[in-house]
Structures are given as structure tokens and as C-alpha cells.
């Protein structure tokens, strides 16, 4: 059984702090790496994707991958309220034809 | 414009009365599935496919069933709803597995379809 694991939260920043959340997952063979964004009663965005160890940048998104230590984080700086919602990891294998999600990890920025 | 479409978006229905969940993409996309997500629990798999008639099940495939006659349509059937499914049911599409190319395998989501079973 794929399993992929998040902290559930509530995670809590003030404004403008730097977010980090954080992913493990338990298949060795995991290939493509998935973060998304979910806001309460709506469907899950994607905000970043990452396929090799190291970090990803995009805007105030940066995506931190370890394969060796199986984790991956997503971390966002300067935190705004509108990032308050839910954060998906998804991993997939190189087997699997779709991904296996965490049950995500809350976030709320306050002013 | 580049989307998955479910409907109905809310359905209120009772024990046993048949009802499909449609689920349309438009990005010619040959991976579809059907998730669906309760409170603690997360967004768990119940089919996918991968292209015209080929289906498999998922974590949670009791007391449903799928279709895909057409690459971009994949409904999802409950042949006797019972109210341990009542649930938000995501549809969603990426263009392949992967493969060589592992930005392909990005998943795109419908807005959701909230089911009620009384």
C-alpha cells in the first residue's frame, strides 16, 4: 500500500512569515511529486510539480524534493491570507498510472 | 478554454435510486479518474482509465461502476446509492502516465460533484 503522509495541522503563520509543509511517502520508486492547493468546497489546483531531488522555484512557491530521505516540502514566502486553505501532496510511481494523494495539511495565515 | 466539467454539481437523491455523475474533458487527455474526498480522509481513488475502454478500479471501488465509450467522457454510476457515499466526488484528466516525458502526467480537476444519499 502506497502511502503518503502530511501533517494535518492547522499550521499557523502570521503574514508575511515563510510557510513549510511538509510530505513523506513510502514508495522508493516514486517519480513525479505533486503539491496543490485546495480551498474549502473546491477542487484541488496545482501549484507546483517535481520530478528530480532538489528545489523548484516558482514566484513565492519553492518545492524541495529528497528521494533519499523520501520527503518532499513546499515551502511559501511571504505568506498572504488569501494562502490560507488546505495543501495536497500527491506522489505517483513510475508504475502507477495516477497519483496517490496525503489527506493534506491546513494552513492559515493571519493578519 | 482547457477544462474538465462534472455534473450535476449538487445532488440531493435517496437509498437505491440509480444516478450517473457525468464527467467531460476537453484536452484530449487518455488518463481519467474519479476520486472521492470525505472530511479526514482525503482524496481516495475509486476508477481510473487510461483510454478508451480500459478501466481499472481504484482504492475505493465498492458500489460503483465506470464507463469511457469516449476519450472524453468518463461517467461515474452508482447502481444503488447508499449513504456511506455521501461525499464530494472529484473528476480528473492528465494527458499521459508520464513516461518519458513526466510533465504530462499532471492531473487537472473538475469542480466537484457534492452528493447527498438520505
Known amino acids: 500500500q502506497k502511502e503518503v503522509e502530511q501533517n494535518s495541522g492547522p499550521l499557523s503563520v502570521p503574514e508575511g512569515a515563510i510557510a513549510s509543509l511538509n510530505c513523506t511517502y513510502s514508495d522508493r520508486v516514486s517519480q513525479s511529486f505533486f503539491w496543490y492547493r485546495q480551498y474549502s468546497g473546491k477542487s484541488p489546483e496545482l501549484i507546483m510539480s517535481?520530478?528530480?531531488?532538489g528545489d523548484k522555484e516558482d514566484g513565492r512557491f519553492t518545492a524541495q524534493l529528497n528521494k533519499a530521505s523520501q520527503y518532499v516540502s513546499l515551502l511559501i514566502r511571504d505568506s498572504q491570507p488569501s494562502d490560507s486553505a488546505t495543501y495536497l501532496c500527491?506522489?505517483?510511481?513510475?508504475?502507477?498510472?495516477?497519483?496517490?494523494f496525503g489527506r493534506g495539511t491546513s494552513l492559515i495565515v493571519h493578519p | 478554454e482547457a477544462q474538465v466539467t462534472q455534473n450535476p454539481r449538487y445532488l440531493i437523491t435517496v437509498t437505491g435510486k440509480k444516478l450517473t455523475v457525468t464527467c467531460s474533458q476537453n484536452m484530449n487527455h487518455e488518463y481519467m479518474s474519479w476520486y472521492r474526498q470525505d472530511p479526514g480522509l482525503g482524496l481516495r481513488q475509486i476508477y481510473y482509465s487510461m483510454n478508451v475502454e480500459v478501466t481499472d478500479k481504484g482504492d475505493v471501488p465498492e458500489g460503483y461502476k465506470v464507463s469511457r465509450k469516449e476519450k472524453r467522457n468518463f461517467p461515474l454510476i452508482l447502481e444503488s446509492p447508499s449513504p456511506n457515499q455521501t461525499s464530494l466526488y472529484f473528476c480528473?484528466?492528465?494527458?499521459?502516465?508520464?513516461?518519458?516525458?513526466?510533465?504530462?502526467?499532471?492531473?487537472?480537476f473538475g469542480p466537484g460533484t457534492r452528493l447527498t444519499v438520505l
Open positions: 517535481i520530478y528530480s531531488n
Open positions: 480528473a484528466s492528465s494527458l499521459s502516465e508520464g513516461g518519458t516525458d513526466l510533465s504530462t502526467d499532471t492531473q487537472y
Open positions: 500527491a506522489v505517483k510511481s513510475g508504475g502507477s498510472y495516477i497519483p496517490t
